[in-house]
């Protein structure tokens, strides 16, 4: 399959339209904090399908792929962003594979390993219109890190215009996790995607 086909949904740990770096990871149980919630990447008991949405779509030439990594365990989002027919961005959208407990959660906490790219986390709830979500621009440093988010960071958008009268983001409520370029700068990009971690706290 080619990796650039947009809206290829792939399900995690099988074959179809993902890369692979190292043998399939085993499974494990969902990893829950007091007052929080760890969800991998890379764990189909967390995440069940993803997929890739690239300018393709509208016509333009950008590419993106996953491969599967271990120790620690993620999965490298790369590929190259390109301008051409007023294209511009390339994602990995995350379905949950199970919602969230009822939890008051109140920071975000993003850990991935990065080439020092202006990204997007985005999130959707099943309270917003298609194509909608909530999205919040984070400035990578070159090696991994931690990226901390507060609700009210986060501004609705469709089709990178501004949306308003959403309703207030409620973290329990998230069905999907992405992530986007569309820092509007040519060239190859790397993101290796490792947890979210939302916390009942009000900093992780």
Avoid: C, W
């Amino acid at each position: 399959m080619r990796d650039y086909l947009a809206y290829a949904i792939i399900t995690l740990f099988g074959a179809s339209a993902m890369t692979t770096g190292a043998a399939p990871l085993k499974q494990s149980a969902a990893t829950a904090l007091l007052g929080g919630e760890v969800l991998q990447f890379h764990n189909s008991a967390h995440f069940s399908t993803v997929q890739l949405i690239h300018d393709t779509v509208m016509g333009g030439r950008s590419d993106g792929s996953l491969a599967m990594l271990s120790e620690p365990a993620g999965l490298r989002f790369s590929g190259n962003l390109s301008l051409a027919n007023n294209g511009g961005f390339a994602s990995a959208e995350f379905r949950l594979a199970k919602p969230l407990p009822a939890e008051s959660f109140n920071s975000v906490k993003l850990t991935v390993a990065a080439d020092g790219r202006l990204y997007q986390l985005r999130l959707k709830t099943p309270y917003i219109p298609q194509g909608v979500a909530y999205v919040a621009n984070f400035k990578t440093v070159e090696g991994q890190k931690d990226y901390y988010f507060q609700p009210t960071a986060f501004n609705g958008q469709f089709r990178g215009r501004t949306v308003t009268n959403l309703p207030e983001l409620r973290l329990a409520d998230i069905s999907h996790v992405s992530v986007m370029l569309a820092d509007k700068r040519s060239g190859a990009y790397s993101i290796v995607l490792y947890s979210i971690e939302l916390s009942a706290l009000q900093s992780i």
